[in-house]
Nanobody, 114 residues
Framework: QVQLVESGGGLVQPGGSLRLSCAASGSFDSVYNMGWYRQVPGEQRELVAIISRGGNTNYADSVKGRFTISRDNAKNTVYLQMNRLKPEDSAVYYC????????WGQGTQVTVSP
């Protein structure tokens, strides 16, 4: 089992920055892919960014050049640095990890508003 605990969400003005963190714990030897998805009410959960254990990354087109995903394998932690935030980035952000199957965090709210 993998437990994921997220932190770092909140309210920020357009153009501002936030950093999300997600720490994985539990009985596993190594987590493979980790990443972030987001969801707004009434819409499907969408990929924001994902990173492999080796550091390969993939981003949604809407966040390329503004968001950066990174991970610390020693700490089993993944980070999402979000810069130049826009109102349309407002959503609940979910941490994701894959170890035999997909695991999800409880979600953290990000609100971008004047």
């Amino acid at each position: 089992q993998v437990q994921l605990v997220e932190s770092g969400g909140g309210l920020v003005q357009p153009g501002g920055s936030l950093r999300l963190s997600c720490a994985a714990s539990g009985s596993f030897d190594s987590v493979y892919n980790m990443g972030w998805y987001r969801q707004v009410p009434g819409e499907q959960r969408e990929l924001v960014a994902i990173i492999s254990r080796g550091g390969n990354t993939n981003y949604a087109d809407s966040v390329k050049g503004r968001f950066t995903i990174s991970r610390d394998n020693a700490k089993n932690t993944v980070y999402l640095q979000m810069n130049r935030l826009k109102p349309e980035d407002s959503a609940v952000y979910y941490c994701y990890a894959y170890y035999a199957r997909a695991f999800w965090g409880q979600g953290t709210q990000v609100t971008v508003s004047p």
